[in-house]
């Protein structure tokens, strides 16, 4: 037996539904019950714990919320357990507590282990622990893209490897595809924004500017333009620190200072303080004679020249020109330089990149084809065997001279990949068309099963796969809503038989109205209203002994106390017993 099994749920506000437990068996549960009597409800409230839409219309009317609880034993270290406690929920003996809440103004809450938590959890837990069929699910298996999900399921690694490999290359050509695309698009652009750079660029290169070359340039401007006054201002400061040669009787501050000097060292040795008063005049006279040469040497070499003048303004200009276009000062033109360069090299290598995208596009193309024809010879396969199985299982639903097949077929397309010598269309999955067809009696045809398939067919195709797949992919549990409808008689006991057999490696719950179903069950639940209308909690029971041929004669005959309906039911049970 799977180790996970949901072992009971209290529902509460729910349709119909005042407050009612359902406890279920690990193996085979048969919900049973008049028409409206709330069965429905039972898988309602299972899918919201799997993290379902929240319908605020299911709330009782008069109610605020609707609460559905369940409880879950699971096996430890299992992958839902250790998501659950990563999310950090808790086990409570061995068993996952979840609960989902809906308010009548429809907001949803979901919790898990005692801890809240996205719905969306629930949902990805629910992947790997239930699989729920109804009406709906059985509209989307007549979707061919569901057939030939559950294809691949079947096939196992024999598809799901080199699947893996074809997304792979898949994905890296259509990221190629892309690039190659836009770069082909944006040509005339690219070209244009060469063009720019090149210009710029060899702007730039003419005037070949220098690192901090402007400010150099600025403060050269500014001591050329004002070189007679700056001359003249350095000889009178010279003479006035150094003496005017042509004059004699001047007197300099160099001549001041060192006379001062003079005039300590005759008493310095007399006192330290004085002695150190001579040494800082004496420091004076030695700054105002390196002043004084400094302002001598600064006035013979002040250029005055008026063509250097305007060599420099000149230079000013064509700098200027640059920092116009290209930045703000020369070392940001500079800057944009360099990355025009290296914008300018990739521009370049447009044609270069072209070619190599080119080929390997062309190689991931002829790589595809070859993943996606052995898709198609591993698909085959295992469609082969796949719909074998499921042939044999409808033999056993009383659909003897059934048969199912696929149609694993491509479609040519002139800018596809070459599967089998063809061009052939190709999407995400591979190359393949897969359709599951049904012949239902001896001369038909092969059709698509939404096409070719009555309702009680669809139930029974549908209640093969999963047989099937129970034997190669099972999932815990399974729910199956109105599975049998459509059918009755030979082919409502062989869909109770195939049931109780899935339930002998899985746990199986069953909302049915026919008794030749019902009677296969482990545990047979029913579901009853009150007077008012409502199902309380004594509304949902476990059926045993005398109380379960009652109900089984019920739905046999409407009748209760007849007889012959009485001894029918005790036959099928009888008959359940034996095959057990």
Known sequence: MVGFVLEEMRIRSLGVIDDAVVELSPGFTAVTGETGAGKTMVVTSLGLLL???????????????????GRVSVPPGAAAVVRAEEAGADLDDGALLISRTVSAEGRSRAHLGGRSVPVGLLAELADDLVAVHGQTDQQGLMKPSRQRQALDRYAGDAVAVPLAKYTGAY??????????????????????????LRYGLEEVAAVAPRAGEDAELAEEAERLGHAEALASAATAAHAAVAGNPEDPESIDAGALVAGAQRALEAVRAHDPALAALADRIGEVGILLADAAGDLAGYADDLDADPLRLAAVEERRAALTALTRKYGDSVDAVIGWAEQGAVRLTELEGDDERIGELTAERDALRAELGGLAEALTDARTEAAERFAGAVTAELASLAMPHA?????????????????????VAYAAWGADEVELLLAPHPGAPPRPIAKGASGGELSRVMLAVEVVFA?????????????????????????????????????????????????????????????????TRSGVK?????????????????????????????????????DE
């Open 542 to 578: 476990v059926l045993e002994g005398e109380e379960r041929v009652r109900e089984l004669s019920r739905m046999l005959a409407g009748q209760e106390d007849s007889e012959t309906a009485r001894a029918h039911a005790e036959e099928l049970l009888a008959t359940a017993r034996a």
């Open 171 to 196: 994905r890296r050509l259509r990221a190629v595809s892309a690039e190659l695309e836009e770069i082909t698009a944006r040509a005339r652009e690219r070209a244009q924004e060469a063009d720019l």
């Open 51 to 69: 993290g379902g839409r929240a319908d605020p219309a299911l709330v009782r009317i008069g109610a605020g919320k609707a609460v559905v609880e």
């Open 471 to 535: 034997g190669t992919d099972p999932v815990p549990t399974y729910l199956f809503d109105e599975v049998d409808a459509g059918v009755g008689g030979k082919a409502a006991v062989e869909i109770g038989r195939r049931l109780a057999k899935l339930a002998k490696t899985a746990q199986v719950v069953v909302v049915t109205h026919l008794p030749q179903v019902a009677a296969f069950a482990d545990r047979q639940l029913l579901v009853e209203k009150t007077d008012d209308g409502s199902v």
């Open 403 to 423: 048969r199912v097949s696929f149609d694993v077929r491509q479609t040519e397309d002139p800018d596809g990949v070459e599967v089998g010598g063809r061009a």
